[in-house]
C-alpha cells in the first residue's frame, strides 16, 4: 500500500483490503511473545488529534504506534487554545512545527481528516469523522470476522441500531461487502436511511430479520443520543424490548451459533442485556485486541510525505 493517507473504506479496493488485513496477523502474533514491540517506525512521530472523546480508539492508535516504536504524543484537546477558538487550520500549522510523520484525527465533522490531510505531508489517519467515516475500526471488525469464518465470501452480518448516524455502520457495511460478507440493516424506521444502497436488505423488524437474513453474526450499534436533536424513538426501553439483545433473544441466537459484535461503548439495557458480555460467542472483547493489530497494519503501511 503506497497510500500516504487513510481516510475511508470507499477508496481502498479488496486486494488492499486484503493485504491489510494480513499484514495485520504478524503483528497480532507479537501480543503473546515477551517482547511486545517492532523497530519499524523507530524515529517517527505520531500525533493524536481528537476533537471528540474516545477510549477504545485513541488508546488502541497509541499502543499501536508505542508497539511499531514511534514517538507518540496525544494533543489534548480540550485543554488546548481550541478553547480559544483556534481553528483546525491554524492548529494543523502550528502542531507542523513539531514534525510530525502521522496525525491520527478524530473530529465532528465529515471530512475533517481529508481536508487536513490536503494540508500537510504527514500521513492522516482517519479516527473517525462525523457520521461519515471510521475506517480502522472497519477493518478490525473485518479482521475479527476472518478469524472466525476465514472464508468470509457468502457470510452474513446484521447491523443493529442507529444506522443514520453511524459512521461505523457505513464503513463496516462497506469493507464487509467489499469482501463478499451479504450485509442487511435493521432498526427503526427513523434510524435506518432509506437512502442506503438499494441492495442492502432494510428490516424494521427484529424477528424477521432473524428468520429471513438468517444472520452469522449481529453487528450491534450504540444509540449515538449526542447526534440526535430529538428522540428518534420512545424510549430506552422500547427500544431494548423492539431491538436489543434480551435474554430470551440471546437464547435464540446462541442456538443458531450466531456471534454478537459490536464497536463500543456499550449501552447495558439499551442494545444488549448483561448476559451477552458472558456469551461465548460475543466478539466485542476480540474487536479491541484486534484494534491494535489492524492499526498496526494501517500505520505500517503508510508512506508519510515528510523528510
Ligand atoms: N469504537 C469506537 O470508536 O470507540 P471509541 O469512541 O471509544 O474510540
Partial sequence: MARKDFLDIVSLDREEIIQLLDQAEPFKDLFTRSVKKVPALKGKAVLMLFYEPSTRTLSSFEVAAKRLSADVTTFDVPSSSV???ES???????????????????????????????????????AGDGAHAHPTQALLDAFTLREKFP??????????????????????????????????FLGPGSLVPKTASPDIPRFTNYDQAISEFGPDAVYLLRIQKERMAAPFFPSDREYHNL???????????AGEGTYIMHPGPI?????????????????????????????MSVLYGLKPQTS
Fill in 83 to 85: 478553547t480559544k477558538g
Fill in 88 to 126: 483546525v487550520r491554524d492548529t494543523i500549522d502550528t502542531l507542523q512545527a513539531m514534525r510530525a510523520d502521522y496525525i491520527v484525527v478524530r473530529h465532528g465533522l465529515s471530512g475533517q481528516p481529508a481536508a487536513i490531510a490536503r494540508q500537510t505531508g504527514a500521513s492522516v489517519i482517519n
Fill in 151 to 184: 472464508e468470509m465470501e457468502g457470510k452474513r452480518v446484521l447491523i443493529t441500531g442507529d444506522i443514520l448516524h453511524s459512521r461505523v455502520a457505513r464503513s463496516t457495511s462497506t469493507i464487509l461487502r467489499k469482501l463478499g460478507v451479504k450485509v442487511a
Fill in 243 to 253: 431491538y436489543g439483545i434480551t435474554d430470551e433473544r440471546l437464547r435464540q441466537l
Fill in 267 to 295: 449501552n447495558r439495557g439499551v442494545e444488549l442485556c448483561d448476559a451477552v458480555l458472558d456469551y461465548d460467542r460475543c466478539l466485542i472483547s476480540q474487536q479491541v485486541e484486534n484494534g491494535i493489530a489492524a492499526r
